[in-house]
């Protein structure tokens, strides 16, 4: 019977569940991906997940090794628990033990850019770059950071959360609380908080509808829409300004973007990109990479698949 490991991936309104073989050497995953909406209980979600990896294995007539899992964060890792989910609002779920409960298996979690950052380094945009840097852009802004082949986790678990560097102490509100966050201003959350300030009624000055989300404010910006333009450069801004950050910090092989809003939005990638070189050492701006995620949106599926790897070795050694 082919051993198979689970990779999942929790968002803030999608979640994504895979399986594949092991030792895992490439993507996508074995078979076909089951996606649904993240319900909000997090008891509902845990079963939704243990129903798709029950049918993916069951369809490759295989055993369930272990299962990897990416989950917003802050996270206590060994333990398996989210400990606040900010975009979720989940406080102290145990999402590991009770993933594992019920589906029989070992469960390991981490932060999601912290998967999605193991999954390019090892499976795309990032191999053979040292170190690498993921940053997804959706609902939030997250980061992890691959260095020697090792996710770097910090004292606290919260190394590279360059979303939550404040550039601006009187800017807006972000998820964590506090003001002028990089996410604040460049998320797909962020920016959507924005739009409803900038247009509090329903349609704009000359009529249309007013922008509602990141797509809609992109797409505003590109028409030649003032506030759009000034909320779009703003964002860019704060991006760049993180991207400075990293590079200072780090000096990394690569930054690979990913997320709904860092993959659908590839020009306010590349001007933030841009103007990140501005804010640096010049050796730094001119050895600054900043790439496409490679795996898509299957990242943090793929970092999932090799963390589950990991504990099926693990659990089969003598």
């Not at 770097?152 to 102490?169: S, Y």
Request: aromatic content about 4%; hydrophobic content about 45%.
């Amino acid at each position: 019977m082919i051993r198979l490991v689970g990779a999942v991936d929790i968002g803030a309104t999608k979640t994504l569940v895979g399986v594949t073989p092991y030792p895992i050497e490439a993507w996508p995953a074995r078979g076909p991906l089951i996606r649904f909406d993240t319900p909000p209980d997090p008891a509902a979600c845990v079963e939704r997940i243990g129903d798709a990896l029950e049918r993916l294995v069951g369809s490759e007539r295989g055993a369930l090794a272990a299962v990897g899992c990416g989950t917003p964060g802050p996270l206590d890792r060994d333990r398996g628990v989210i400990v606040h989910s900010p975009n979720q609002a989940w406080r102290d779920v145990p999402i590991g033990p009770w993933l594992s409960e019920r589906v029989g298996a070992p469960v390991v979690i981490d932060d999601d850019a912290r998967t999605g950052a193991l999954g390019e380094a090892v499976l795309g945009a990032g191999a053979g770059a040292d170190p690498v840097v993921y940053l997804t852009i959706s609902s939030g802004i997250g980061s992890g950071i691959v260095l020697g082949g090792t996710l770097v986790a910090g004292a606290h678990g919260l190394a590279g959360e360059i979303g939550h560097l404040v550039v601006d102490r009187e800017g807006p509100r972000c998820a964590c609380g506090n003001r002028g966050c990089v996410e604040a201003f460049a998320s797909g959350g962020g920016i959507a908080r924005r739009a409803r300030l900038a247009w509090p009624h329903a349609t704009t000055a000359d009529g249309r509808p007013a922008p509602r989300s990141a797509a809609d404010v992109f797409r505003a910006a590109r028409r030649g829409d003032p506030e759009a333009r000034r909320l779009t450069d703003e964002a860019s801004w704060a991006l760049a300004l993180g991207f400075a950050s990293l590079a200072a910090v780090l000096d990394p092989g690569v930054i690979v973007v990913g997320g709904s809003v860092g993959l659908a939005q590839r020009g306010f990638v590349q001007r933030a990109a841009a103007l990140a070189g501005r804010h640096v050492m010049r050796e730094s701006a001119v050895g600054l990479r900043v790439t496409r995620a490679a795996l898509g949106g299957a990242s943090v599926l793929a970092g999932a698949a090799l963390l589950a790897g990991h504990r099926a070795s693990e659990t089969s050694m003598p």
